[in-house]
């Protein structure tokens, strides 16, 4: 369990994601079986007995209307760091294959108890925010910067080329990828456009092994095929630093994978936040609808 401060307020964050070994309540039900909606609501009570926590939230988009009622984390251990008046956000992993319901990924934005210190301060991308000029290494190991982007709609998230579950990486890749082809057909909103998927595994993946695994998904390793969708790595320290900013969680699992949140951001041609998406519920209609709203009004 970390503790970190999301923007300016104290925030918990339970990180999970990418596992190769479920939970003991979730075992016979891969992760890749559970969608991802996101959550915002307010703690009423926890029951350490069950590990549940009771929570009056704000309609969860595409699931459930807004109600009080009480939730299984996925990590019951953090229990104890949510007391009753604070105001969490988290993921809410419903299986499809059962009646399972876990929440992962939790945020405290606002303590009603303040009783601890976070270890490191993250914030929630906001419309409007600044984005810092990151600095990456791209497939073709070229050194690439946020900044020279600037002008375009950039459209960013965050991978790793080893992530076991379809669910995760996989399918936001996938999404990345029917959106590159829909903006081709638009030439004009082709050529305003850049899209980015970030690793955040520099231990293992390499500007060649970006390259291989990008190939994939773009169909081509063609001298021009990453022309308008870049693959990239930071430095581990400039990582630390993306991660705090984009609210990505991430965390060393067993067997050497990866735990971690998903976190996909669109940036409009003036290098600030238009739209942020946590989760991986959004969909690729959803952000194409952005894009053209973030190019047409810039």
Not at 265 to 285: C, H, M, S
């Amino acid at each position: 369990m970390r503790i970190f401060l999301a923007a300016s307020l104290l925030a918990l964050a339970v990180v999970s994601g990418c596992r190769s070994h479920p939970t003991p309540e979730a075992q016979g039900n891969s992760a890749a079986n559970y969608k991802v909606y996101h959550l915002r609501g307010k703690v009423v009570s926890t029951n350490p007995a069950t590990g549940e926590v009771t929570l009056k939230h704000e309609a969860i988009p595409g699931f459930m209307d807004a109600m009080t009622m009480p939730y299984k984390l996925k990590d019951p251990s953090i229990l104890s760091e949510l007391h009753p008046g604070d105001t969490i956000t988290a993921d809410v992993l419903v299986s499809q294959t059962s009646d399972d319901i876990f929440l992962d990924h939790i945020v405290v934005v606002a303590q009603g108890k303040p009783d601890y210190k976070p270890a490191i301060f993250y914030q929630v991308p906001a419309p409007g925010d600044t984005v810092p000029d990151f600095k990456l290494r791209n497939e073709d190991n070229r050194a690439i910067h946020l900044d020279e982007f600037r002008g375009k709609t950039l459209l960013l998230t965050f991978i790793y080329t080893r992530c076991p579950l379809p669910n995760f990486c996989p399918l936001i890749t996938h999404n990345f990828a029917v959106i590159d082809r829909q903006l081709a057909a638009t030439p004009a909103l082709y050529a305003k456009t850049h899209l980015l998927c970030i690793s955040f595994d520099p231990d293992h993946d390499t500007p060649a092994r970006l390259r291989a695994y990008g190939a994939q998904y773009i169909g081509s390793d063609a001298r021009n095929a990453f022309a308008h969708w870049d693959f990239a790595v930071p430095t581990k320290a400039e990582l630390l630093e993306m991660a705090k900013y984009f609210d990505v969680g991430i965390t060393q699992g067993p067997d050497d994978t990866i735990t971690h949140t998903l976190s996909t951001t669109l940036i409009d041609p003036r290098g600030k936040v238009a739209q942020f998406y946590p989760g991986n519920e959004w969909t690729p209609a959803q952000v194409i609808a952005d894009v053209r709203k973030t190019a047409a009004s810039s």
